[in-house]
């Protein structure tokens, strides 16, 4: 969450910079420069470049913030089943990789180099990935389903076509998934799979 101007002012600028040009270019000089604010406030306030880039990664990432809405959402003893909801954040999630440059090139990033800043956000990610386990592990205490190997595989599905959505080549097993269509039967394949595993009859 952005809590003042000079925060936002600084979160445009490390948008511009990352979208353009990826995190290569994401020193603390041109963020500075561009947003405008004094390199005192990014040391006053976040004690270096990496904190500040932490946050900002942090409020980008689809896992660290929907998923930890979805922990509060089953807390509060949703209407909505554990299947639908988890069917509903995984939908989300490949819809919003789809169509944010930013966190595309952020997922890059956190597969390709390792680096404090990457295991850090990684690190949050299985943070907040924790507690739906936790939920998962307590409804399905009286299966043999193994939550967390189905949300690794279909949660790195959702990614990796994403991803590939983004490349010059946005065709997998035939299906154009840069088209409705064909990723609306990506949307159905998941639902498909977590209603074999995940449906009412499982959770009672």
């Known amino acids: 969450m952005v809590n003042n101007e000079n925060d936002s002012k600084l979160f445009l600028a490390i948008d511009e910079i990352f979208g353009k040009h990826g995190h290569e270019e994401l020193g603390i000089n041109k963020v500075s420069a561009m947003s ?84 850090k956000f990684i690190a949050k990610r299985e943070e907040v990935g924790n507690h739906l386990f936790e939920i998962a592990q307590e409804q399905l205490k009286n299966t043999d389903i193994d939550f967390r190997a189905i949300s690794a595989i279909n949660v790195a599905a959702m990614y990796y076509l994403s991803l590939h959505a983004s490349s010059n080549n946005g065709t997998f097993c035939g299906l154009n998934l840069n088209d409705k269509e064909d990723q609306d039967k990506i949307k159905n394949a998941v639902s498909f799979i977590n209603d074999i595993f995940l449906n009412d009859s499982n959770n009672t």
Request: charged letters at 25%; glycine letters at 2%; aromatic letters at 16%.
């Open 36 to 119: 405008g604010v004094d390199k005192s406030y990014i040391y006053r306030k976040y004690s270096s470049l990496e904190n500040l880039l932490e946050k900002y990664f942090e409020q980008k990432d689809y896992w660290s913030t929907k998923v930890d809405l979805l922990n509060k959402v089953i807390s509060k003893n949703s209407p909505f089943s554990f299947n639908q909801l988890v069917k509903f954040y995984l939908h989300k999630q490949f819809d919003s990789i789809l169509s944010d440059v930013h966190l595309q090139k952020l997922m890059l990033w956190s597969v390709t180099e390792e680096n404090e800043l990457m295991k």
